[in-house]
């Protein structure tokens, strides 16, 4: 059984930094395709960033520049970096394995 915790949101004012981390338990985050996802109220889940078990990353547009995913192979945990955060980035935020989901850790972008 896969299981994920996030951890790492809070409240941040705009042009702050914010680190998420996802750490996996019951499965190598290095063997697969590991994402973060975000849900703001009234809209749907979208995808932010992805990495591949290569280590190739992708992001959505709105993040490019800003944020960035990476993993620690020692610790078994995927990181998802944002820099200049702003309003718009408000939202529930959850990692994705193949096999499961998080719980979402909330990040506020307010002043």
């Known amino acids: 059984q896969v299981q994920l915790v996030e951890s790492g949101g809070g409240l941040v004012q705009p042009g702050g930094s914010l680190r998420l981390s996802c750490a996996a338990s019951g499965s190598i985050v290095s063997l697969n395709a590991m994402s973060w996802y975000r849900q703001a109220p009234g809209k749907q889940r979208e995808l932010v960033a992805s990495?591949?078990?290569?280590?190739?990353?992708n992001y959505a547009d709105s993040v490019k520049g800003r944020f960035t995913i990476s993993r620690d192979n020692a610790k078994n945990t995927v990181y998802l970096q944002m820099y200049s955060l702003k309003p718009e980035d408000t939202a529930v935020y959850y990692c994705e394995h193949p096999l499961s989901w998080g719980q979402g850790t909330q990040v506020t972008v307010s002043s």
């Open positions: 990495i591949t078990s290569g280590g190739r990353t």
